[in-house]
């Protein structure tokens, strides 16, 4: 095999000659579509005909993004939060609903598959999307995840999942602890397994010159903690002088609002998106992985507010708290002011791109055609 210093993109667009490729991205919440997005870019840039199979918002948000490629209905379950600070009994009421969307889901992947016939399949974290006969692969950034009980137990069923697929994709870096810490790096991965690198559907850019805000706050996630965080953030937003922007998450509503000095919308394309993000004082997100990726490669530091009871997002608060680059509130103990004070005393990290480690990864998936 070439390095990939040798390897041209005719090369990888010869290997791919038109390609169909399944993608389908897990349903909680955004994230995993919108991290999709520069590996569907860059299957089209590489001559490969990506389908897009998913549900609701992320649908909606991969249509947006992509509207000239072919799609299909791919449904998977509604997850919804508890009130409270902790998650486990909601989960737990509503773990035999998530089993069975996985045999659901695969029942209905094959029916598609024997419509569509893929010739590979992407799958973002949903198990029951792999096709025996096909290359498939599952995207991850959760080898090993975090849960308040069983959680040996938990990970080494998720490590099973992930092993019954031809490739497994980290997305993180491979020199621990990366962004996501031991989320994706242990000594107990799946052979499948390699890294692809730090991926945002943002690139580096200057503002473009757009209307600036003094706070843009961006959020998503499972009902119903992204409506309590909502209600909160206009609260504390209507208390600090200067225009102010919140994007509410919702890509398959329409319409946008006011709030006194608060712009309410549900939801901003990609590079509209990026470009209020540079241009905010102060940007006010969930410590959701690709939440996490997109700041990154913008090199903004940003105020992060964890789902409550969400171990994931409480992890990855605790990891980048001490990093410099975030500063972490608790839901019930927002602080704009002080977060303010914070942003104008912290340096702009660089911004960081990387794509080689997805390309090397796309190269072993075209070999596998």
Known sequence: MRSNEEFTNTDLR?????????????DWGLGHAARDIPIIRRLI???ARPVLLADKGPLALLREAFPELPFAVLPGVEVRYGRGGSQVWAMMRQFPALLRSIHEERSRFLELHREWRFDAVIS???FGVRADGSPSVVITHQV???????QGVLRRSNRRLLARFDRCWIMDEPQA????????HSAHLPPNTRYIGTLSRFKPQANTGGQERRIVAVISGPEPQRTRLEGKLVAAMARIPGRHLLVR???MHTGAGEHGTISLLPHLGSDALADAMQGAELIVSRSGYTTLMDLL???????LVPT???PEQEYLGKLHAGSGRFLVQPQDSLDLEAALHWVRHVSAPTPIEGTAMLDAALEDLARLL
């Open 14 to 26: 010869d290997m791919f000659r038109g390609a169909r490729i399944a993608v389908a991205p897990l």
């Open 45 to 47: 840039e590489l001559d």
């Open 124 to 126: 973002d974290n949903r």
């Open 144 to 150: 090993n995840p975090i849960t308040p009980v069983a």
């Open 177 to 184: 602890p990366g962004w996501a810490g031991e989320l994706s």
């Open 249 to 251: 998450g919702l890509p």
């Open 297 to 303: 490669s913008l090199g903004r530091p940003a105020l």
């Open 308 to 310: 409550p009871g969400q």
